[in-house]
């Protein structure tokens, strides 16, 4: 008797087909591929370069973002400077831990910079952080 035949002359088949699989697993590197650059979102921003450690935190942090033509927005939705305030104020009642990442565009006044900083630290938020690239 031959090796995977039985003695009824039937031949048990003892591969498995992976073919399928293949072809399951192309179509979803295409589906990935394809979907990955449409996930960005956020708001353009021209970093300045520097050396800096990352934050490593549970909680999501909240991005403020400044670009370089002194518009605002939090989380990509824009504000003016008494609207933030206020959003900022309202964002603080719901979560006392929150953290603020700054975002400023390098070209940006700085003066700007320290406005938006006075009404984050007047809105009672502690953990600031600031955005930067890095320098390679």
Known sequence: MKVGQKKGGRISLSEINVTPLVDVML?????????????????????????????????EPIVLSIQSNQHISLDSKSYSMSALSERLEALVIAKPELQILVQADQAVNYGVVAKVMALVKKAKIHRVG??????N
Not at 46 to 57: H, I, M
């Open 27 to 59: 179509v979803l590197l295409i589906v990935f591929m394809v979907s990955a650059p449409l996930m960005q979102q956020g708001v353009e921003v021209n970093l300045p370069k520097a050396n800096a450690g990352s934050l490593s935190d549970a909680d």
């Open 130 to 135: 600031l955005v930067t690239a890095p320098e």
